[in-house]
């Protein structure tokens, strides 16, 4: 047979008439699977909703006891608008946020310089990382009473709480990630002539960075659990009081919308994170 | 400088070494047993030997990442303190950068060196051009092939103007087209302008390449034999492969591989 590039030769089917019809057939389909899917989530959202506040006025649960999204939704309104009995919603959502960011900053910071200091020394990881399997043992959460009776109802003591849930996770993934460095990479930029706070800085940190940022990502719900542990356990603002002082009145709506309240923060941080993360590693080939 | 260094001195001179390995867990092996090897400078010299043998520990041993057990190495005529700023490395696995793009990788030699910026990038600009790859300086190294990464690799070595190079199975992980096309380039870009150690299980690449061709024995690894290959330069690899001298050359050191091989 005779090779040739004109479109008459072409048999029936790979012609570029049927190539854009083939295309624009798949291109359909793709799309309506995509509205199928978002249709579907609204679905569920509204049969989860709706099975839940159904069942709580027809009295098959107990309102008083597991709330409804209207009275949630409700109470959420009234705190923007009236505020809180400790004063303002905002400021109540600042206070934690504040005291999450903090410890988040610090926990971090010192869980990454650990974790390469341990990760580029033999001898200290091997000596260190005994005690810190064990403090990693350790429930840290037990911890918030010591700050609340050192530091006491302050800041300080919430912040210290979220440090210490931080660290141990920025830690353990910043020492993987320097042991995790390739050697033929830190070989290459020593023959390069890297000296070896050269190989530290522009080999051994950025491959351990795919993984530092990854457990930003967890921590950052740590300190937030932090914080808000660290509330409940004693204190004079913040979302953690709310929702202690709300279980103190039986009122669970108010538990579940500063529940929400939360989830709000932790999503919005979430998006903040990745976003910083996709432009740290730009390099790296796209996810498959 | 030295007053006993003349044009004479070899580059790399290694004198019944041996090197001992121990494991983590407190075993000890022999990589290598009393090898004896002399490079001239702007000689290129092959080593060939079968898998695992301790053919890579010879070029961990010049670079000074290794030490020998017992024996001694000498580049330039001084005995191996540390790395060598002289010599030049290309690995086998991928070792460029991946959070660099392809002109920092190149730049990144000149830059640890303590270049100005300016000056490494002109420089680096102009190794890119060299092997081609001048209008993928932006583009990081994932997003290259194989055999581009290999060019980015070679720019990055060459651009130090290494006195030695040290090769470990450069090519072995592409393709037989890439890599022949990657032999001519590596011929052209050295020129006989320093001296070569390149190493290497392919027999054909050997004799392609190098003025003189190592055949390893099983391990412990200890010299077998030294084979002149007497082809004519400049050579084109993909053709020098079907001259009649290149076979007999390679049915020789066969022979003698094969053996080992078997033992392996």
Redesign the interface.
Same mark, same amino acid.
């Given at each position: 047979m005779s090779t040739t590039t004109s479109e008459q030769m072409m048999p029936s089917g790979i012609d570029a008439a049927s190539l854009a019809h083939v295309e624009r057939v798949a291109q359909k389909r793709i799309r309506q699977r995509h509205a199928l899917v978002i249709s579907l989530r609204i679905v569920v959202l509204v049969v989860v909703l709706g099975g839940w506040e159904l069942s709580a006025r027809l009295k098959w649960i107990d309102p008083f006891f597991f709330s409804m999204p209207s009275a949630i939704f409700d109470q959420i309104v009234d705190w923007f608008v009236n505020g809180t009995s400790q004063g303002p919603l905002l400021t109540q959502v600042w206070v934690t946020l504040e005291e999450t960011a903090l410890g988040f900053l610090i926990g971090s910071v010192a869980g990454v310089f650990c974790g390469i200091v341990l990760g580029r020394n033999k001898l200290l990881s091997d000596v260190f990382s005994l005690y810190i399997k064990i403090a990693n043992s350790i429930p840290r959460v037990v911890l918030g009473s010591v700050f609340v009776i050192a530091l006491g109802l302050g800041m300080a003591s919430k912040v210290a709480l979220a440090v210490v849930m931080v660290f141990f996770v920025v830690f353990a993934n910043a020492f993987q990630g320097v042991r995790e460095a390739?050697r033929?990479?830190i070989?290459?930029?020593?023959? $390069?002539?890297?000296?070896r706070r050269?190989v530290t800085t522009?080999?051994v940190i950025?491959?351990a $960075?795919s993984w530092i940022l990854a457990s930003l990502h967890v921590s950052f719900g740590f300190a937030l659990v932090g914080a808000v542990v660290g509330e409940f356990l004693g204190s004079k603002q913040g979302i953690g009081l709310l929702i202690s002082t709300a279980q103190g009145a039986f009122n669970a709506s108010g538990v579940f919308a500063a529940m929400i309240v939360l989830a709000v923060v932790a999503l919005a941080a979430d998006y903040l994170l990745t976003a910083v993360e996709h432009r740290l590693l730009?390099?790296?080939?796209a996810a498959v | 400088m030295n007053p006993s260094m003349s044009r004479d001195t070899p580059a790399i001179e290694m004198r019944n070494v041996s090197c001992r390995f121990i494991s983590p867990d407190g075993k000890a092996t022999i990589a290598l047993r009393d090898f004896s090897m002399s490079v001239a400078r702007g000689e290129f010299v092959a080593i060939v030997g079968p898998t695992g043998c301790g053919k890579s520990t010879t070029l961990s041993m010049i670079t000074g990442l290794l030490k020998p057990t017992t024996g001694e190495v000498r580049v330039m005529g001084a005995p191996v303190d540390g790395i060598d700023p002289r010599i030049g490395f290309v690995f086998q696995a991928d070792a460029v950068f991946p959070w660099r793009s392809v002109l920092d990788n190149v730049a990144a030699g000149p830059l640890y060196r303590g270049r100005s910026k300016s000056a490494a990038y002109d420089e680096a600009n102009e190794w890119l051009r060299r092997v081609g790859l001048d209008k993928f300086g932006k583009h990081y190294p994932h997003q290259l092939s194989g055999g581009m990464r290999k060019r980015v690799a070679l720019a990055q070595t060459f651009i130090n103007r290494p006195e030695i190079l040290l090769m470990d199975e450069p090519f072995s992980a592409l393709d037989m087209q890439t890599r022949t096309l990657m032999q001519d380039e590596l011929l052209q870009l050295w020129a006989g302008a320093g001296s070569v150690v390149f190493v290497t299980h392919d027999l054909e690449e050997a004799i392609a390449l190098a003025d003189r061709v190592f055949v390893l024995t099983a391990r412990p690894a200890t010299l077998k034999k030294v084979y002149e290959i007497d082809l004519p330069r400049p050579r084109v690899t993909s053709e020098v492969r079907y001259d009649p001298r290149f076979i007999e050359i390679s049915r020789d050191i066969w022979h003698d591989l094969r053996e080992e091989v078997q033992i392996g």
């Amino acid at each position: 047979m005779s090779t040739t590039t004109s479109e008459q030769m072409m048999p029936s089917g790979i012609d570029a008439a049927s190539l854009a019809h083939v295309e624009r057939v798949a291109q359909k389909r793709i799309r309506q699977r995509h509205a199928l899917v978002i249709s579907l989530r609204i679905v569920v959202l509204v049969v989860v909703l709706g099975g839940w506040e159904l069942s709580a006025r027809l009295k098959w649960i107990d309102p008083f006891f597991f709330s409804m999204p209207s009275a949630i939704f409700d109470q959420i309104v009234d705190w923007f608008v009236n505020g809180t009995s400790q004063g303002p919603l905002l400021t109540q959502v600042w206070v934690t946020l504040e005291e999450t960011a903090l410890g988040f900053l610090i926990g971090s910071v010192a869980g990454v310089f650990c974790g390469i200091v341990l990760g580029r020394n033999k001898l200290l990881s091997d000596v260190f990382s005994l005690y810190i399997k064990i403090a990693n043992s350790i429930p840290r959460v037990v911890l918030g009473s010591v700050f609340v009776i050192a530091l006491g109802l302050g800041m300080a003591s919430k912040v210290a709480l979220a440090v210490v849930m931080v660290f141990f996770v920025v830690f353990a993934n910043a020492f993987q990630g320097v042991r995790e460095a390739d050697r033929f990479m830190i070989a290459n930029a020593q023959i $390069l002539g890297a000296s070896r706070r050269q190989v530290t800085t522009s080999v051994v940190i950025p491959s351990a $960075l795919s993984w530092i940022l990854a457990s930003l990502h967890v921590s950052f719900g740590f300190a937030l659990v932090g914080a808000v542990v660290g509330e409940f356990l004693g204190s004079k603002q913040g979302i953690g009081l709310l929702i202690s002082t709300a279980q103190g009145a039986f009122n669970a709506s108010g538990v579940f919308a500063a529940m929400i309240v939360l989830a709000v923060v932790a999503l919005a941080a979430d998006y903040l994170l990745t976003a910083v993360e996709h432009r740290l590693l730009k390099w790296r080939p796209a996810a498959v | 400088m030295n007053p006993s260094m003349s044009r004479d001195t070899p580059a790399i001179e290694m004198r019944n070494v041996s090197c001992r390995f121990i494991s983590p867990d407190g075993k000890a092996t022999i990589a290598l047993r009393d090898f004896s090897m002399s490079v001239a400078r702007g000689e290129f010299v092959a080593i060939v030997g079968p898998t695992g043998c301790g053919k890579s520990t010879t070029l961990s041993m010049i670079t000074g990442l290794l030490k020998p057990t017992t024996g001694e190495v000498r580049v330039m005529g001084a005995p191996v303190d540390g790395i060598d700023p002289r010599i030049g490395f290309v690995f086998q696995a991928d070792a460029v950068f991946p959070w660099r793009s392809v002109l920092d990788n190149v730049a990144a030699g000149p830059l640890y060196r303590g270049r100005s910026k300016s000056a490494a990038y002109d420089e680096a600009n102009e190794w890119l051009r060299r092997v081609g790859l001048d209008k993928f300086g932006k583009h990081y190294p994932h997003q290259l092939s194989g055999g581009m990464r290999k060019r980015v690799a070679l720019a990055q070595t060459f651009i130090n103007r290494p006195e030695i190079l040290l090769m470990d199975e450069p090519f072995s992980a592409l393709d037989m087209q890439t890599r022949t096309l990657m032999q001519d380039e590596l011929l052209q870009l050295w020129a006989g302008a320093g001296s070569v150690v390149f190493v290497t299980h392919d027999l054909e690449e050997a004799i392609a390449l190098a003025d003189r061709v190592f055949v390893l024995t099983a391990r412990p690894a200890t010299l077998k034999k030294v084979y002149e290959i007497d082809l004519p330069r400049p050579r084109v690899t993909s053709e020098v492969r079907y001259d009649p001298r290149f076979i007999e050359i390679s049915r020789d050191i066969w022979h003698d591989l094969r053996e080992e091989v078997q033992i392996g």
